[in-house]
């Protein structure tokens, strides 16, 4: 089969993906074996290729966002059945043992392993997932629709309740990539005022289209105070600003793996008053069933801009230059 090999992070302008024929898997005990449609791209996997995030192997297979048609079970699978349609999100296993796993808290299990980064993903047109681990996918939303819901969607969500933002409060989104994109038409659904800051004018413009009831970008300060704030860019830089734009008591949620080094905080002026600073750490199986049921009920419409497979690298690096407006797609089969 055909796939995307990451053999050693290298800066995206390399073009470190390498094309190359490879064994197609087998499903294993407990897995399916899933013919990959499409594949979203995600600033994850930028850092994966270009070395942010250390990775347990090379040469690893990237991608976490992934449509496709399962195949066949392996051994002790019962569902779903072949030929159904599946997504599988950045989370691929746990050991469903641990104190966190036996809280309602996966997320955190210490012996997690991620698609694309610990497993095979899905830059490939086959790919191997756990059973457990995969989402049936709603109707009404094409595969390339549907892909940026597994992450981009899923860690949005996430992002929200580790806002605490409630209906109808004041929201402040930092950066506006494909996370952002989603993650507004849920809290517009929530009935929340959403305040959005990039520096990027196709960003700016797909906020309005959005619904944003401001749009600007740091230092900028909207009319109002925020109840909340999620951080999607990777920059450390914008936390002070984001945790000034806060009101008493409000959450700044940093809803990025990989983020630069946080400047110095003025306690005073950043964090007095019970406003609350919290990370982001993957998400639940939970919370991935909770949005897509969200998703298809709102509904969520992505915005995607859709490459050939060929095209990863080049893809990938149009991200990292926010030259793409919303989501990111590869089409596999």
Not at 33 to 59: F, K, Q, W
Not at 147 to 167: D, T
Not at 192 to 212: E, I, K, M, N
Request: aromatic share 6%; glycine share 10%; proline share 8%.
């Amino acid at each position: 089969m055909q796939a995307f090999l990451l053999e050693k992070p290298q800066p995206i302008e390399r073009a470190p993906l390498r094309a190359a024929n490879v064994p197609k898997p087998t499903a294993r005990l407990g897995e399916l074996l899933i013919r990959v449609t499409a594949c979203g791209l995600c600033h994850t996997d930028l850092h994966t290729v270009e070395g942010d995030i250390a990775l347990p192997r090379t040469p690893i297979i990237p991608g976490h966002q992934v449509v496709g048609i399962v195949e066949s079970l392996g051994q002790g699978v019962t569902g779903p059945a072949v030929g159904r349609r599946v997504g599988v999100a950045w989370l691929h296993q746990t050991c469903g043992k641990c104190r966190f796993c036996t809280t309602g808290r996966e997320n955190l299990c210490p012996d997690a392993r991620f698609t694309g980064l610990d497993a095979d993903g899905g830059y490939a047109e086959y790919m191997t997932a756990v059973a457990d681990f995969t989402y049936p996918i709603p109707e009404g939303f094409p595969d390339e629709q549907a892909a940026p819901l597994l992450c981009a969607g899923i860690i949005g969500f996430r992002a929200l309740r580790q806002s605490r933002v409630q209906p109808g409060e004041r929201l402040g989104l930092f950066g506006f990539g494909a996370s952002a994109h989603v993650t507004i038409q849920v809290a517009r659904h929530w009935g929340c005022p959403v305040y959005v800051f990039t520096r990027s004018p196709r960003h700016q413009a797909l906020a309005r289209r959005l619904g944003a009831a401001w749009v600007g970008k740091v230092p900028d300060r909207p009319p109002v105070r925020l109840d909340a704030a999620i951080n999607f860019a990777p920059s450390g830089e914008l936390v002070p600003p984001a945790l000034e734009n806060l009101a008493p008591g409000g959450t700044l949620a940093l809803a990025g793996i990989h983020m630069t080094d946080t400047p110095p905080l003025d306690y005073q002026k950043h964090l007095y008053r019970e406003k609350s600073l919290v990370s982001v750490t993957a998400a639940t199986r939970q919370d991935g069933r909770d949005l897509l049921a969200l998703a298809a009920e709102i509904p969520i419409r992505t915005e995607v801009q859709v490459f050939p497979f060929e095209e990863a690298n080049r893809a990938l690096e149009m991200l990292k230059r926010s030259e793409i407006s919303g989501a990111t797609v590869l089409r596999i089969s």
